[in-house]
């Protein structure tokens, strides 16, 4: 609404009253106050800036398999957004501590690091907890961690095959479920973001790998469920299903699988660990508000063809 401004101007050439005529003037000398009317354009309110969407100032994240490749990829781009604390979680006990001094180091974030098998229920709990206990509260769950295994499915032993799912699909369920319980019982709900696969939707060629598919195929399924679950709690639950990506688990496979990854990617190349970050970090902060139970395929375009 536009502001108005009221002055009042002095009166010209006003008599006083005459003793004759006490309560009257001469009607050629009366002059009222002049009231001049100024608009005044109010100032414009300030816009709000998108980007403060994506901060995560005060905010607690945990990421398991943190410790290098697209989880640290992916902590790296939250620290980035402000973070006030961050726990990585990983079985790798001098990759984790090296990442969070590194964290610590660039972005001046606190880094916690604990050792944990995601299989092992009562470890996963000890960790969350000690995770509110150190750190003051967990906002955010980033769940990184995985294996993969290229073998002919006539040849899967049965207890190979058990180890993807245990850790893929039952270790991601198990972390979500403990972290979950506190985001519950602190009531300000947060956001768990899972990692997929566009295994989880297509079959990969030319390699074997039917128990990965698998497990991440349940690994979404299982976010989709318990988006719905949880929404109720303003807790939001999404994946992020990567394509092939240069990781130092994929270098192994240079040789014999990278010329045919890149020429069935209509972008012609791998994806880099960074190109996750800012998908990671819009699931995180407040930008996803509206967003829950969604698959997110960063690919390169292998699932369009």
Known sequence: ???????????????????????????????????????????????????????????????????????YAMAEGLCAAGLSAIAILDLQTDLGESACEQ?????GVTARFYRLDVRDEEAVQ????AVVRDLGK???????????????????????????IDIN????????????KHMIAAGRGGSIIFIGSMSGSIVNRPQSQSAYNASKAGVI????????EWAQYGIRCNSISPGYMDTPLNT????????????????GRLGQPEELAGCALWLASNA???CTGSDIIIDGGYTVI
Not at 140 to 161: H, M, N, Q, R, T
Not at 221 to 228: E, G, I, N, T, V
């Open 138 to 164: 967990i906002d955010i769950l980033l769940l990184s961690a995985g294996v993969a295994d290229l073998v002919l499915a006539e040849e899967y032993s049965p207890a190979k095959f058990r180890r993807v």
């Open 103 to 107: 964290l610590h180091s660039e972005y």
């Open 169 to 180: 699909l039952n270790g991601s369920f198990i972390c979500a479920q403990a972290a979950g």
């Open 288 to 290: 996803s508000s509206f």
């Open 126 to 129: 000890d960790a969350m907890d």
């Open 252 to 267: 192994a496979f240079e040789q014999e699988y990278f010329p045919e990854w890149k020429a069935r990617t209509p972008m």
């Open 1 to 71: 609404m536009a502001a108005v401004s009221v002055q009042l101007l002095p009166a010209d050439d006003v008599m006083a009253p005459s003793t004759t005529t006490p309560f009257a003037l001469p009607s050629q000398h009366i002059v009222d106050h002049v009231v001049a009317v100024e608009t005044v354009a109010a100032p414009a309110p300030r816009k709000r800036n998108v980007f403060d969407m994506f901060r995560l100032d005060g905010r607690v994240a945990v990421i398991t398999g943190g410790a290098r490749g697209l989880g």
């Open 221 to 228: 399924h299982l976010m989709k469920s318990l988006s719905a």
